[in-house]
Structures are given as structure tokens and as C-alpha cells.
């Protein structure tokens, strides 16, 4: 089966807001590039700046430059209630959802369920399809269709915002925002 994404909205490049970025990480080339600078072996988080959605539908994706030694990369989403000077990831806490690249798995709460076998490399590209209409969190590896991980997530009609998120956990890890549509 295909998918295809329409999107008729307004585009913005999404940037890592260094506000809004725990410690040991690195933004670079106009916000679009994040770094895991300091070997800390502790998880750090950063989420967008120029996104935060309550409803509708929205996809971004991320070019995984260098995933590590291990691998150690969760992508997802995270709320306002998280905390991104916590040593977390997405998908820790109970208001926040991750895809761990190290083993495929999905992560919401502490608890990982199995998710995919086909784990992402270095030059992959994994997007990202956060659907508050139907309350689903996509994945994509390269264009193609991973999985919905999640359904049921909380959302229209109230106050909860979910912004697009990544951790590392591992020195030298290097991802970046991918342009995904052309204006």
C-alpha cells in the first residue's frame, strides 16, 4: 500500500528552540541542526520552536546525520508539561511519545513496546505524521510507511500542545529538520 501526505497549510521550516533545549546539546545552522556536544551518557531533550499544535494535521521530518556508536536517538513528540532540562527523551513521561532508533521500539510512560525491526541509519530520514483529527502519531523511514505508533492521543478540544521532539544520549549525535514539502 502507498501513502499520500496532502498538506494545504502554510509552510514553516521547523527550528530546535534553544530556549526550550536541555543542556549538552548543540544547535547550529540556523537552528536546523542539533549536536550532542558533552559525553555525558545521559539523555537530553530539544523540541521545536515555531510549532506547538492542538489540532490538525502535521508532518515534519528529521535527517539522522549521525545516530552514534549505540544509537541512543528517540524522535517523537512532548507536551508543554515536559520538562527539557530533565535528563528524559521522549517518551519518558506519560505526555510525551518516542521512537527509540536503538531498538525500534515505541516509548510513551517509561514503557517500550516493540515496534519495528527495520531500525534507521545514518542518512535516513524518519517522519513524522501527527494526525489531532483522527489522534494518531505516524512514523515514516525514508518516505516509506513505518507504522502508526499511537492512536487515541489526547487532543482536540483541549488544552494539551504537542511540539515535535528529539533526545540524545550519546556524544557526536547529530540530526537535523529536513525541509519536507517545497513552498
Known amino acids: 500500500t502507498s501513502v499520500s501526505i496532502f498538506y494545504y497549510h502554510h509552510i514553516k521550516d521547523l527550528q530546535f528552540d534553544s530556549s526550550c533545549c536541555g543542556p549538552s546539546l548543540y544547535i547550529s545552522d ?7 556536544t558533552v559525553a555525558t551518557d545521559q539523555w537530553r ?3 521545536a520552536m515555531n ?3 492542538s489540532d490538525g494535521i502535521h508532518y515534519w521530518s528529521v535527517r ?8 541512543y536517538l528517540m524522535i517523537g ?18 505526555d510525551s511519545f518516542g521512537f527509540h532508533i536503538f531498538n525500534g521500539q515505541k516509548y510513551n510512560g517509561s514503557n517500550g513496546v516493540a515496534f519495528t525491526s527495520d531500525l534507521p541509519k ?23 510507511i513505518v507504522g502508526t505508533a499511537y492512536g487515541l492521543l489526547p487532543a482536540n478540544g483541549t488544552n494539551i500542545k504537542y511540539y515535535p521532539a528529539v533526545a540524545c544520549y550519546e556524544l557526536g549525535q547529530w540530526i537535523n529538520f529536513t ?5
Open 30 to 36: 540556523e537552528n536546523l541542526h542539533l549536536r550532542k
Open 45 to 47: 531533550t530539544c523540541r
Open 51 to 53: 510549532a506547538g499544535w
Open 64 to 71: 539522522i546525520n549521525d545516530r552514534g556508536a549505540v544509537g
Open 77 to 94: 513528540v512532548v507536551t508543554d508539561a515536559f520538562d527539557v532540562s530533565a535528563i528524559s527523551y521522549p517518551g519518558k513521561t506519560v
Open 122 to 144: 545514518n542518512g535516513d530520514v524518519i517522519g513524522v505524521l501527527l494526525d489531532l483529527e483522527a489522534r494518531t502519531l505516524t512514523y515514516f523511514k525514508n518516505g516509506k
Open 179 to 183: 525541509r519536507t514539502l517545497k513552498n
